[in-house]
C-alpha cells in the first residue's frame, strides 16, 4: 500500500506568503522562505507552491522565486500559478520544481495536460481542482465555469493528469473539515491519487480525508495558525493503522 502523503500548501500573493477563508479576505503569513525552511525540519513528506494571483494578473511564474525555494527546499516541489504552456512547464521544472499544477489551463486548454503529460511525464502533472457549490471555479474562485467536479476529474486524467489537488472553496480555511461527499465522489470516479485540501483543522480531519479514498492531505491553515505539525500528523495517522512516511 502506498504511503499516505502530509503536504503543507504555501499560497503566494505580491510579495508574501497569505491564507484566507473561502479563498478570501487573504490574511498575510510571513515569508514563503521562512516557511520553507521551517517545514525542512518538520519531515514533510512534499511542498505545494501556488502563486494564486499570477493567471488574474496575466503573468508567467516568477521563475526567480521558484529557483530561490528551490534551492532551500529539501523535499519534493509542486508549483503552480500562471502556467499556460509546455514551455513554461519547462522553465519551471529547470529551476527546481518536481511537479506543476495547472488550474484555469486545465479547463481553458485541456490538450495543454497531454502536452505536458507527453513531454515531461504524468508524474509531473498536478491538476488542481477547486469546487465551490458543488462546480468547479478557476482564477482563485473567481470564474465559475459550470463544470462538474467528477467529469472534469475524469476528462484531465484522460489527458494524461498524474495527480489531482482537489479543494474544497467553501471549506478553505474554516478548519472545519475537508468536503468527504467531494473527495469520495471524485476519488471512485478516477484512478490516479487524489490529494484533499481545504478544511483541515484536525489530524482526526485528515484521517477521515483517507477513509473518503484520498491519496494524500494538503493543508495550510492548521499549520499556520496552530501548534499542530505535520509530523505530528503523520503519527497520528501512522498509531490510526495508515501507513506513513516517518
Known sequence: MLKLRVMPTLLHKDVGLVKGIRFDSWRRVGSVMQAVKVYNLREVDELVFLDISATQEGREPDYELIDDIADECFMPLTVGGGIRS?????????????????????????????????????????????VEGGKVVV????????????????????????????????RDGTMTGYDLDLISHVARAVNIPVIASGGAGTYE???????????????????????QTPLEAKRFLHERGIPTRL
Open 86 to 130: 509546455a514551455e513554461q512547464v519547462e522553465r519551471v521544472l529547470k529551476v527546481g520544481a518536481d511537479k506543476v499544477a495547472v488550474n484555469t489551463a486545465a479547463v481553458d486548454d485541456l490538450p495543454l495536460v497531454s502536452a505536458i503529460a507527453e513531454t515531461f511525464g504524468s508524474q509531473c502533472v498536478v491538476v488542481s481542482i477547486d
Open 205 to 227: 480531519h485528515m484521517a477521515e480525508a483517507i477513509g473518503a479514498g484520498a491519496s494524500a492531505v494538503a493543508a495550510a491553515s492548521i499549520f499556520h495558525f496552530t501548534e
Open 139 to 170: 482564477e482563485s474562485g473567481t470564474r465559475q465555469t459550470g463544470l462538474d467536479p467528477v467529469e472534469h476529474a475524469r476528462s484531465v486524467e484522460a489527458a494524461g493528469a498524474g495527480e489531482l489537488l482537489l479543494t474544497s472553496v467553501d
